[in-house]
Each structure stands twice: as structure tokens, then as C-alpha cells.
């Protein structure tokens, strides 16, 4: 039988017009995403994308609203069992940002050892797009993100 896994993702544009991503080096590969994670059980998916935020960026944020949740099959790409439903939220700060960015892809060194590296990064809008993303989903949400434009990331939902 296969495993369904959650994740639950959100989506910043900063004041220079610069969306957030996540790079990433997880299981010995290389990923560009959005930041977010996995949801835990006995976790709500507003909860969840609060307390990743709050993990990997000291970030408070409120959630704007609900942008995509996948609608095809998905396969992990860590493994050939689990499917991957992932939730997407435009959100903003709450609090002042305060963590440190990165210029560079992939600009970190991993620890020997190490499992998981996350370093966040500032994409300008104008050369954002679904190549600056990895993952299947992520791409989805890119051309959705780039195809509405930034006025309708921030417009209240109707």
C-alpha cells in the first residue's frame, strides 16, 4: 500500500519585488523550492506552514490565501512508494525578515555528514519563472504564480 506525504508551502514576494525560494541539499540532492515542509499528524495545514516558517526562517507570517493544491499524481522524489500532495499559500510578514539570504544557488557548504542544508534566497520577479524551481509541483506553481502577476498574489480573495 502507499503512503501519502503533505507538504504544505508558501509564497513571499518582498518589497523589491523578490519572491522567495529554499535552496536546499537533502538526501545528497540539490533542490530548489519554496519554503515550507511536511505536515505533522494532529497538525492544521495553516499551522503547519506557520511552524516551518518559524523553524527554518524565524519568520512570523499571516496567510494571505490559498494559491494550488496539487491535482495530478505525484511521486516522491525520494522514494517510489509515497505520493506527494502539496499546498500552496501566498503569504506576508508579520515579522521583520531576518534571515540570512544567500546570492548564489546552492552558495553553502554542507557539512560533512550533514543530511539537510536549507539557505533562502531572493529571485528577482522579473527572471523568476518555473526553471527557478525543482520540483514538479513547485514548477506547476511557478507558471501559475508568473501567468496571474504580482498585483493578483495580493489582492484579497474574492
Not at 69 to 77: H, K, L, M, P
Not at 107 to 119: L, Q, R, S, Y
Amino acid at each position: 500500500m502507499g503512503l501519502f506525504n503533505v507538504r504544505i508551502y508558501g509564497i513571499l514576494v518582498n518589497a523589491r519585488e523578490e519572491i522567495l525560494v529554499s535552496d536546499e541539499f537533502i538526501r545528497g540532492n540539490y533542490f530548489t523550492k519554496f519554503p515550507g515542509g511536511g505536515l505533522e499528524f494532529g497538525e492544521g495545514t495553516l499551522d503547519c506552514l506557520r511552524r516551518e516558517w518559524q523553524e527554518e526562517l524565524q519568520q512570523e507570517i499571516e496567510i494571505v490565501k490559498h494559491l494550488y493544491t496539487t491535482d495530478f499524481f505525484q511521486i516522491s522524489a525520494f522514494d517510489n512508494r509515497t505520493q506527494i500532495i502539496s499546498i500552496y499559500y501566498v503569504v506576508k510578514e508579520k515579522s521583520p525578515f531576518i534571515a540570512q539570504t544567500i546570492e548564489k544557488p546552492f552558495d553553502f557548504i554542507v557539512p560533512e555528514g550533514a543530511d539537510d542544508v536549507t539557505a533562502p534566497r531572493w529571485i528577482p520577479w522579473a527572471t523568476f519563472s518555473e526553471e527557478s524551481v525543482s520540483l514538479p509541483i513547485d514548477k506547476v506553481v511557478a507558471r501559475k504564480i508568473k501567468a496571474k502577476g504580482l498585483k493578483w498574489l495580493y489582492q484579497p480573495e474574492d
